[in-house]
């Protein structure tokens, strides 16, 4: 089930979506003080593509650094990556077969927002560390 979702999932947004981070990955790049935003970035244009069977979980080893860097994050790259997800979640939900498309676009909203401090799993290994 996993790859059928994952199948339409890249066809319909997860192809646009991991454009979208990789633009803003370049964008973060060409400065120097801003390539952990870019390496996060880089990182999730990969989830976008392919996220049904992974999943985010918070890093406990994030400090106060990353806090701040989120915060920097969201005004420059964060509201727009989101604001894509909410737009391709809202027109996905239309129809019930993109329901669940839709879904994982909102569940999608807070990795985009605040990147640095999470972590993409897989989720086989979230149940398997509890």
């Not at 994952?6 to 981070?21: E, H, K, P, T």
């Not at 390539?35 to 996220?51: D, E, K, N, Q, V």
């Not at 894509?84 to 498309?101: D, K, R």
Request: aromatic share 12%; charged share 10%; hydrophobic share 60%.
């Amino acid at each position: 089930m996993k790859l059928i979702l994952n199948v339409i999932w890249l066809v319909l947004s997860g192809f646009w979506l991991a454009i979208g981070y990789v633009i803003a990955g370049i964008v973060c790049c060409i400065l120097i003080i801003t390539i952990p935003f870019g390496i996060a970035s880089f990182r999730i244009a990969g989830y976008a593509l392919w996220p049904f069977g992974r999943t985010t979980v918070e890093r406990h080893d994030a400090g106060a650094g990353s806090a701040l860097a989120n915060v920097i994050w969201i005004v420059f790259a964060g509201w727009w990556l989101a604001l894509g997800h909410i737009v391709t979640g809202i027109a996905q939900c239309v129809t019930i077969i993109g329901i669940p498309l839709g879904i994982a676009n909102f569940k999608m909203i807070p990795i985009s927002l605040l990147p640095l401090g999470r972590e993409i799993v897989p989720t086989d290994e979230l149940f398997t560390a509890r």
